[in-house]
Every structure is written in structure tokens, then in C-alpha cells.
């Protein structure tokens, strides 16, 4: 190898986390990822609201467009 080319390699993971919620027949998905790994309370606070979300929907309501618990 000369002096004018130099060869790196860089090792990088990525960590994602995925889950379905289904209410009746509706269904949600929640992804969360990250180079430093994902935070399982963020993700079942996600599904959390998510869910909330949804079922207010299939009630004919509509959310909040700022859901005070995901911030």
C-alpha cells in the first residue's frame, strides 16, 4: 500500500427494535433504532400511545395532533 492510499474499515451496528399492536381488526407498527441501541421504555411508551391513539381513532374521535405523553 503506498502513502497516497490508505485503507480504513469501520465496524458499525445498528440496533432496531420492531412491534405490532393490533386492536380488532386495525394494526400499528412501532420502530425504534439506533447506533447506540434502543431504550425499551421508549419503545413500550410508543406502543403505549400508540394504542391509545388507535382506539380513539376507531371510536370516530380524533387524537390529539400533540400527544402530551410522547415529548
Given at each position: 500500500?503506498?502513502?497516497?492510499?490508505?485503507?480504513?474499515?469501520?465496524?458499525?451496528?445498528?440496533?432496531?427494535?420492531v412491534a405490532a399492536v393490533r386492536v380488532g381488526t386495525a394494526a400499528i407498527t412501532v420502530t425504534q433504532g439506533g447506533l447506540n441501541g434502543v431504550s425499551e421504555s421508549t419503545t413500550t411508551s410508543a406502543v403505549r400511545e400508540g394504542t391509545q391513539r388507535l382506539k380513539e381513532v376507531l371510536a370516530g374521535r380524533t387524537p390529539s395532533p400533540d400527544p402530551s405523553a410522547v415529548d
Open positions: 500500500m503506498d502513502a497516497d492510499h490508505v485503507e480504513r474499515v469501520v465496524h458499525v451496528e445498528a440496533v432496531l427494535a
